[in-house]
Structure formats: C-alpha cells, structure tokens
C-alpha cells in the first residue's frame, strides 16, 4: 500500500475504529454530563446569584430546562440535513463544541437571566449537532450490520455522565461553588476538543492512500451496489409507473414477505420537497409515527424529574444542592443498571411487549409519587419512601428507554430495502436521527414546561397523576401499533 499523498500525522490511529467510536461517546458523554451538571444547582443559582424570588424559582428552571430542549428542537432536522450532504462529518462535529464552550463560559460569568437563556440556547444547539452528526459517522465507521451493538455500548457508557453529573454538580457546588463546577465543566470540554480535533474519518483517511483503510463493514462493494440501485431508481421513474402484468412464474396465493415489502414500496415520484428530505415518505408509516410519539413521551419524563426533584426536595425536605443532587442517584441506578437488560429484552421480544409493559408500569409508580407530599411517614422514614419511589420510576424509565428508536430504525430499514437507491448511498439514517432527536428534544421542552405549571397551579401529586395518564395512553396505543398489530404479532 503506497500513500498517494502525504498523510496526517499518526493517521492509522486517528482513523482507528476504536477511536472514532470512542470520540463520538465521549461528546455524547460531555453534553449529558454538562446538561445534568447544573440541573441540582440551578435553583441555588437563580436564587443566589441572580435573586430570582423564591416563589419564581420553579417557573425559570423549567423554563431555562425548555430553552435547551427547544434549540435543539430547531436544530435538529438541519444537522440531519447537513451530515447527509457534506464530504466530512468533523467539521460541523466541532462547530457543536464551540457552542457548547460558549454556553459553559455563559454559564460561568452570567449576571442576568438573559444571559444564562442564551447559554441553554446555545447548549440545546451543541446537543443536536452532536447527536445527529455524531450518530451519522458512528454508522459511516461501523456500517449497519453493527449498529445497534455499538451504539448500545456507546449509551451504557454515556448513562454513567447522566447518572453522575447532577451528584457531582450538588457536590462541587456545596463544597467549592460556581468555581469547581465549571472547572470541571472545563476539564470535560478540553479532552473532548482534543479527541474531535485529532479525529479522521474513514472516508477522508482512505483519500491518502491507493487501497481503503479497514474497516468500515460497510464497504467498497456495497457503496457500488448502493450507486447502482440510485441509477436503477432514476431509471425506473424516467420510464413512468407502469403497471406490471402477472406472469405465469407468478405465485398464485399471496406471499407475507411480499406483502410486507409492498407496504413499504414507493411506487410515484415525490413532490420537491420530499426529494430533498426523503426520510417525510416513511412518515406515511404509523408505525414511524408512534414511534417517534414514544421519544417525546420519554423525554418528556425524563425532564418532569429534572425539573421538579431538586425544587421538591427543597421544599419538602429542606435539602441542600448536595443533597437534592444525591438523590438522583435513586432514579439513575435502576437505568444504568437494567438498560442493557432492556435492550436486550427489545432485540429477543420486540418492541411491543417492551412498550406496553413500561408505560403500563410507570402508571402506578407515578401516582405513588404524590405520598411523600401527603407526609404519611415523617423525617428520614419518608426520604427514603422517596427514594425508593423514584428506584420504581428508574426501572420503568429503563424499559422505555430503547423501543423508539428501535421501531423506527425498522420501519425507515424497510423502506429503504423495499426501495433500493431511493434515499441515496448514505441511506436515510442521519435524518432519521434528526428527527429522533427533535421529538425527543421536544418532549425536554414540553415536559419541565408542563410540570412546573402543573406543580405551581395544582400540587406535586396532582401533576405526577397527569403524567401518569399520559403514560397510560401511550402504552393503550403502542399495544396496537408499535411492532405491528396485535394479531399479527400473535401469529408469526
């Protein structure tokens, strides 16, 4: 193998497999550690830097939660847009961290509540140009036969930040103030900088040398095959629909998988706009669509406890940012430890029976949550009934945590099977995560929106039993759509 050029330095193993993985779970890892960092200190924040009145407080940290969740929610669908349309991955990959690095000094030195909006802003921006971009290059490196492998060892390993930051944030700020949590925000930021910047993709190492650098499993000959179903896609529409006659080598009874394959068949010719965004023809998929409803509606969980825990335990229990901050902890172990077993749960059974049950258990634990407001046991006996009760809600939040994107890769997989060439040789899968990650930052929009209203207007009891409503018909409705009707599943 004869280099055509002169390569980068150290090129074999900054374009290593490993490598590339470990730097986009490393920035997956920094933009939750730094979201949870300052979720237990916000409120401390709000009050003791800014003034905020007391009675205020919940209202601008659910608002503040949203600001992030509604950019990302803007910026999602055009960082899908880019990252299937640009040579490199690695530049728009590092302009999400110089977002970030703004919002995190924003965040250190804000004296006004406008700043620190601005900060989340720009923090919800970082997020989807790094989940959507970072995800694409997962896929360009590893190809899709290891995709759910990888990216499922990639969220085990970003769920220990999620679990950590918030008990780190209540620390540093109890014991060192705004210093030592943004110094660490800081030191978390330089090592990702690093490892972006040192990144070659595969497809920008391979330009150095006569031969492609292995892997990607996804390779030279499926990239060929890919080309020539896009030419054979243009060629059949230039020809017009036309209806093809049967045959005598054709099956007289139907046939399942062709059936299936027809339901995902695209027969016309798209409108424009399709064509520039193809991932919109499998949204004629209700299957597609429920799917995604599942990831506003676990995001939008996820951030009723953000959003309330710390300001609960304040007003419950008196706590400090340390304490309220250990007490995710409770939430956190649960996901970290089941997640995996739920994941694996999702690839034995499907996406049904994971759906179903987690929702449905998530109803109960919800209600219960209103009992340590109604202080039926007094002192530490009723933080730990807490607790416990956020445990129960920790294993319901790990059940629900892979359906969605599972049932949407399906669906968006078979469409482009059953339509070869038709969404283009990358395949639709970084527009898919761009609209995964919109629903799923809409939901962190809408949740700590809605929750704190909710806890403001009518009490802590009385908005979990609104959650739990909403649990409670999402997993009615994935009973009969997620995975396939009922009776279908029933009888494969």
Request: net charge neutral; with cysteine; aromatic share 10%.
């Amino acid at each position: 193998m004869t280099p055509s050029k002169s390569p980068p330095w150290a090129l074999r193993w900054r374009s290593n497999t490993l490598f590339i993985i470990a730097t986009v779970a490393v920035g997956l890892f920094t933009d939750l550690f730094l979201y949870g960092l300052v979720v237990p200190v916000l409120p401390f924040m709000l009050r003791d830097r800014l003034s905020i009145p007391e009675e205020k407080i919940q209202s601008y940290v659910s608002n503040l939660l949203a600001a992030y969740a509604g950019a990302s929610v803007v910026s999602s669908i055009p960082a899908g847009w880019i990252a299937d349309r640009t040579s490199s991955r690695q530049a728009p990959f590092l302009s999400g961290l110089a977002a970030l690095l703004a919002a995190s000094i924003m965040l250190a030195l804000g004296q006004s509540i406008a700043v620190i909006s601005v900060a989340r802003v720009l923090q919800g921006i970082s997020a989807a140009v790094v989940w959507t971009i970072g995800l694409a290059m997962i896929l360009d490196t590893v190809g899709p036969e290891h995709l759910g492998k990888v990216v499922g060892s990639i969220f085990s390993f970003i769920s220990v930040g999620e679990l950590m930051a918030p008990v780190i944030g209540g620390v540093l700020y109890e014991k060192t103030g705004y210093s030592g949590v943004f110094g660490v925000a800081s030191g978390v930021l330089g090592l990702d900088f690093l490892m972006r910047l040192l990144l070659v993709e595969k497809k920008t190492a391979a330009k150095y040398y006569d031969e492609p650098l292995p892997p990607p499993d996804l390779g030279t000959e499926q990239q060929h095959a890919n080309n020539g179903h896009v030419a054979a896609w243009h060629a059949r529409e230039d020809r017009g629909d036309q209806e093809e006659n049967p045959t005598e080598s054709d099956a007289l009874l139907p046939n399942k998988k062709q059936d299936d394959e027809d339901t995902y068949k695209i027969y016309h010719e798209p409108n424009r706009i399709v064509r520039a965004l193809p991932i919109l023809i499998c949204f004629r998929s209700p299957r597609l669509i429920i799917g995604l409803s599942l990831a506003f509606v676990q995001a939008s969980l996820l951030a009723v406890f953000d959003a309330t825990i710390p300001t609960e335990a304040q007003s419950l229990f008196s706590f400090t940012s340390l304490q309220a901050g250990l007490l995710f902890i409770a939430l956190d172990i649960p996901y970290l430890v089941l997640g995996p077993v739920a994941g694996w749960a999702v690839d034995r059974y499907g996406t049904k029976p994971a759906a179903v049950f987690g929702f449905g258990f998530l109803v109960p634990v919800l209600i219960l949550l209103r009992l340590p407001s109604d202080r039926l046991l007094s002192g530490t006996s009723n933080i730990v009934l807490y607790c416990a009760l956020l445990a129960l809600n920790g294993v319901g939040l790990a059940i629900i945590g892979s359906p969605s994107i599972v049932e949407t890769s399906d669906v968006v997989q078979k469409f482009s099977k059953a339509n070869p060439g038709f969404f283009g040789v990358n395949g639709p899968y970084a527009q898919l995560y761009g609209f995964n990650s919109l629903f799923f930052c809409a939901g962190l929009t809408v949740g700590p929106v809605v929750a704190g209203a909710l806890r403001d207007g009518v009490g802590y009891g009385n908005m979990n039993l609104v959650f739990a409503v909403v649990a409670a018909v999402t997993a009615t409705i994935s009973f009969f759509v997620v995975g396939g009707k009922p009776h279908e599943i029933f009888h494969r």
